[in-house]
Structures are given as structure tokens and as C-alpha cells.
């Protein structure tokens, strides 16, 4: 075999699991029949009342439920089977929707009680799919995985703005068919998603109780250095797109003059621009840190709106705008893929839940403060707007937690760039239960194994302390270890062409080398220690005596099988030393295995 240079997860690799694949036609379909409903809604309540503000008040109607029940929705999401909850909501909504072709007939007024019930729903439909995405696809997947929810989204928010206004001229009541059957389309896809079930607790739920656990997962999120910046980046961020989307219409048409098409077109390219960022997202998103991403977002449309400020031509306001949503698409899914991976499945609920709530809140703000351009002008507002946007993207770079993984990924290289010259890992002590007690902390299949299975696998296994910058394994070597981390971390890369790049960093309760220690082959990657760490080297021997339990050998064979094809490694030649078992497993390229 030759040491081909590693190749990066295919951005549609995620849809390996049906799961997801069923999940992300779920959104789809179901988005593409909203947006039927908004159009078809918004004419509807026009015909009857000949009023804007009737048409104003239907918006509201889908916002108020977010402002009022968000946060105890996410409450709700943390206690109870998230896929249920989806289930359910999709039903009801899909039923409410059918109803009103009917209702409004005899008042129009069922109108914004559906609307306000419908959008009610949807604030537990919500933060339920996004918990569950982290269990969809692996870590190495989970940006690619958000961006193309967010293609999913976006896309067909497009292809249902422009279906519904041929199929709302033609029919109202069709439109409102159509969506509500979405909904029931939504729920079958649903059916066969598998969802590892959320631990049930036995506290009944009763007001002190959501009140108890509302109080618990702000506690949770503010304690959280990661997730408090992340919330203070989306109160700029909302502030920012309430205000700049409420001032397209008025820049467009007083400072551009523009045409309401030329107005239409821009809202348009802006999703477009989105949709493509988020492909490119999808492809390269390995290449940098969630939190470069998200500076390199918030900056790149600060600088596109400050453009648009000042522009006087419709064309180049066009390809402006759509340069905006380009940039916004980094920002947005790396946003939700840190919110994902720094928040413990049981909390994600309340996490999302109350970041969506905080979200709409500041954007009402930030509608309501577009209000200024009567006093200031739409350019002067629409440049307050980009200058909101750059300093989101500078504070991003400092905010602990967002710029410090930019800091960091920058650290690593240079400790990569030094393992040439670094001192080597020593050998350590001999493991005791202790310390192997102190691994099932960090990786609780450990917890699973008995207390003689785990004193016989003490033979050989080594307890060893490194320092920052402790070269663990060189690449090109051959070795028969593998490496878990029990305290600090390690970064790993190689080099290509005299360049490094990281392919993976380790945290406590992470594991390296096995796909080396049990095949044989050349050491793919060097990996060093990035802080001061504690790790436990294994034997093959001992991992082979591991992979007998059935949960450790599915652990094993998932994270073997995501690193062997990111490195392009599933045509490796047989070894007698690896379990063929597994070798055809990964020659079959079986993805990771869904939870049941």
C-alpha cells in the first residue's frame, strides 16, 4: 500500500445514514409546503381585509409563540422522546394546516389561531431536530451534516416561494392541502428514523419541575464559557439580520430605485448566494476551526453590507447581496455545529431552545430599530448595520472560546511543524484499576466491563505523563499501541508537501493508533501533545482481547471505519493480525453504526 495523501470526507458522506437521509427529506419536503402556507396565508388574509396591518399581525402570530414558550419547549425537548416529539408535532401541524380551508371560511380570524398554534408546535419541533443531529452523523461529518440541513432549509424555502405564488393564483385552498399533507409525508420519514430514546427520568412534570430544569439549562448554558459566547455573537448577529432584512425594501426602492422585481431579486440571490456557501462549507469544512469559520462569516458580510451601503447600481447591489449570503452560510452552520458539540445531549434541548427564544427577541429589536432610517435615511442605517456586522466579526476573533480555537489550530501547526525536533514519549508506568477507572469517566464503555475483565487487560497496558509538544507517534513508523486520552489532549496531522495539516486534535476519552497497532501498517499521522496530558498506551494484543465485548468492538469498528476512509485507506490488503471480521466490515464501507 502507498501512503497516499488523506482525502477529505465526501460533504455527502453523512447520507450514508438513512436516518439522517430521512430526516433531511423530512425538512425538505415539509419546508417547501411552509412556504406555500406563508404565501397562500399572507394573500388570503389580504383578500379578506384589504389591510396591511392584518397581514402584519398574521407575522406576528408566527413569532409570539417563539418570544412566550421557546425556552420551556426546550424543557420539554430534554424530558421527553425527541422523535415522538417531532412525530407528533408534524401531525398536528399537518392537521391544523387541512383545517384551514375550512374554518376560514365562516372567520377569518381562525386564521392567526391556527397560524399562532401551528408555529406554537413548532418551537418543540425545533430545537428537538437539532439536538438529534449530533447523533446522526460522526464528528468528522457534523459540519457537512449542518450544512446541508441548512441547504435542505434554504433551498426549498426558494423553490416554495416560487411554486406557491403560480400555485396560490390557481388556488388558495390547494396551497393549504398541499402543506398540511407535507406535514403527514414528514412524520412517515420520521417513523423510520432511529433515535437513541432520551433517558426517562421519574420526577413527574409539573410547573416547579420546568421551572426547575428552565433554570438548570441556563445555569448550564452561561456556565458554559463556549456557549456564552455563542449567545452573545447571536444577540449582534440577530440584532444585525432584524435590521439589515427590514432595510433591504426601503434601500432597495429609495436608494437604488430599484423595481419591486429588482427588490424580489434580491431577496432571491441572497438565498442562493447561502445555499452555495454552505455546499462550499460542506467540502472544505476540515480545513479550518468552527470558530475560523464563524470569524471569516460574520466578517465577510460585514464587509459585503458596508459595500452595499454605498453602492448606487441595482446589478452590482445584486451580486453584493448575494455575496452577503454567501458569507452568512460559514457563520450559521458553524454556529450550530458548536452549539452541538459543546452541549451534553441531555441539555441540547433547553440549549436550543433558549437561543432560538433570545434570537427572535433581539431580531423583533432590530426590525423595530430599521424604524430609524424615517430620521437617519436607509443608507446611513444600512452602514450602522455593517458596522454591527464587523464588530460581531472582531469581537468573535477575542471572545473566549470562538477566536481561541482559531488561536489554538494555530498552536497545533507549529507543534506539528516542530516533531521533527520534539522529545518522544516516555514509557511510563504500569496501568492500575485506578487509572482504568479513571478512563471509564471519560469513556463509559469502559463502565461496561466487569472487574476481572478489566484486571485482565492490565497486562502490558502502560500509564504514561507527557508535556506540551511530546511527540506520542511519527509518521512512517510502524508500531504495535494504541493511545487513549486520559487527561489534556493531542492534535494530529502530516506532512504534505512540505506543509502540515491537522487532521484531527483528541481530547480526554478520545483513542489513536488503533488502526496501525491492529493492521500493521506505517503510522499514518504524527500526533503530539497540544497542553500538558496523561494518556494510556495499549498493546494490539490487549485491543483484540477488547474488541471481544461487543460494545468496546463497536466502538472500535465505527471510529476505524470513519478514519480508514477519510484516509482513503478500505483497500488496504488483508493482515493475518486484524480480526477478518472487522477487515470486511470496512471493505464494505459500512458507515457508523445508527443508534437503536
Do not use: C
Not at 396560490?168 to 428514523?193: C, E, K, P, R
Not at 469513556?443 to 507527557?466: G, H, M, W
Amino acid at each position: 500500500m502507498t501512503n497516499s495523501a488523506p482525502a477529505s470526507i465526501s460533504p455527502f458522506a453523512v447520507f450514508r445514514n438513512k436516518s439522517f437521509t430521512r430526516m433531511w427529506f423530512a425538512q425538505l419536503i415539509s419546508t417547501i409546503g411552509d412556504s406555500f402556507t406563508m404565501i397562500a396565508a399572507g394573500i388570503l388574509i389580504y383578500q379578506k381585509t384589504n389591510s396591511s396591518f392584518a397581514v402584519g399581525l398574521m407575522l406576528m402570530a408566527t413569532s409570539i409563540p417563539t418570544l412566550l414558550i421557546g425556552m420551556v419547549a426546550g424543557v420539554f425537548v430534554d424530558r421527553f422522546d425527541r422523535k415522538k416529539i417531532m412525530i407528533t408535532s408534524d401531525i398536528m401541524r399537518g392537521l391544523l394546516v387541512l383545517s384551514i380551508p375550512f374554518l376560514v371560511h365562516y372567520n377569518v380570524n381562525w386564521l392567526y389561531v391556527i397560524v399562532f398554534l401551528s408555529a406554537s408546535i413548532s418551537t418543540f419541533f425545533l430545537p428537538a431536530y437539532d439536538s438529534v443531529i449530533p447523533e446522526m452523523a460522526s464528528d468528522e461529518e457534523l459540519t457537512a451534516a449542518n450544512s446541508m440541513i441548512a441547504i435542505s432549509s434554504f433551498g426549498s424555502t426558494a423553490i416554495g416561494f416560487a411554486a406557491s405564488g403560480m400555485l396560490a393564483a390557481y388556488s388558495l385552498d390547494v396551497a393549504f392541502y398541499i402543506d398540511g399533507f407535507t406535514y403527514f409525508i414528514s412524520a412517515l420519514l420520521m417513523v423510520g428514523v432511529k433515535i437513541a430514546a432520551t433517558p426517562q427520568t421519574e420526577e413527574k412534570t409539573s410547573v416547579v419541575v420546568v421551572i426547575k430544569n428552565l433554570q438548570s439549562g441556563l445555569k448550564y448554558m452561561f456556565n458554559s464559557s463556549i456557549l456564552r459566547a455563542l449567545i452573545i455573537l447571536s444577540i449582534m448577529y440577530s440584532f444585525m439580520v432584524g435590521m439589515g432584512n427590514t432595510l433591504l425594501l426601503p434601500f432597495a426602492t429609495e436608494v437604488l430605485k430599484a423595481t419591486t422585481f429588482e427588490y424580489g431579486l434580491q431577496e432571491g440571490v441572497t438565498s442562493i448566494g447561502f445555499v452555495i456557501g454552505s455546499f462550499v462549507i460542506a467540502k472544505y469544512a476540515d480545513r479550518l476551526r468552527e470558530g475560523v469559520w464563524m470569524i471569516i462569516g460574520l466578517l465577510g458580510m460585514g464587509i459585503a453590507y458596508m459595500i452595499y451601503s454605498f453602492s448606487t447600481s441595482v446589478p452590482f447591489a445584486v451580486l453584493v447581496i448575494a455575496i452577503s449570503g454567501f458569507m452568512n452560510s460559514p457563520y450559521s452552520v458553524a454556529r450550530r455545529t458548536l452549539m452541538q458539540r459543546n452541549t451534553d445531549r441531555e441539555m441540547r434541548g433547553r440549549v436550543f431552545g433558549a437561543s432560538m427564544t433570545i434570537g427572535s427577541v433581539v431580531m423583533l429589536i432590530g426590525m423595530a430599530a430599521a424604524g430609524l432610517a424615517d430620521i437617519y435615511g436607509a443608507r446611513v442605517m444600512m452602514q450602522f448595520t455593517a458596522l454591527i456586522n464587523l464588530g460581531a466579526g472582531v469581537v468573535a476573533v477575542f471572545i473566549p472560546g470562538i477566536g481561541q480555537p482559531a488561536a489554538e489550530w494555530i498552536r497545533s501547526l507549529k507543534l506539528l511543524r516542530l516533531a521533527s525536533q520534539a522529545p518522544s514519549v516516555e514509557n511510563g508506568r504500569a496501568a492500575t484499576l485506578a487509572d482504568l477507572d479513571r478512563l471509564a469517566v471519560r469513556l463509559p464503555v469502559f463502565a461496561t466491563l466487569t472487574l476481572n475483565e478489566r484486571k485482565s487487560l492490565l497486562k502490558d497496558i502502560r500509564y504514561i505523563e507527557a508535556a506540551e509538544g511530546t511527540v506520542i507517534v511519527h509518521q512512517g513508523e510502524t508500531s504495535d499501541t494504541a493511545y487513549f486520552v486520559l487527561e489534556g489532549g493531542t492534535v494530529a496531522g502530516r506532512s504534505e508537501n512540505d506543509n502540515e495539516r491537522i487532521l484531527e486534535t483528541h481530547a480526554p476519552g478520545d483513542f489513536f493508533g488503533e488502526i496501525a497497532a491492529l493492521t500493521g501498517i506505517q503510522r499514518t499521522a504524527n500526533v503530539i501533545t497540544n497542553q500538558q496530558s496523561t494518556l494510556i498506551r495499549v498493546p494490539a494484543a490487549t485491543l483484540r482481547e477488547m474488541s471481544r465485548h461487543p460494545e468496546m468492538n463497536r466502538l472500535f469498528l465505527s471510529k476505524m471505519t470513519e478514519r480508514m476512509m477519510r484516509m482513503d485507506m478500505i483497500e488496504m490488503p488483508k493482515r493475518n493480525v486484524m480480526d477478518q471480521q472487522v477487515l470486511r466490515d470496512l471493505r464494505t464501507n459500512q458507515p457508523v453504526m445508527e443508534a437503536e
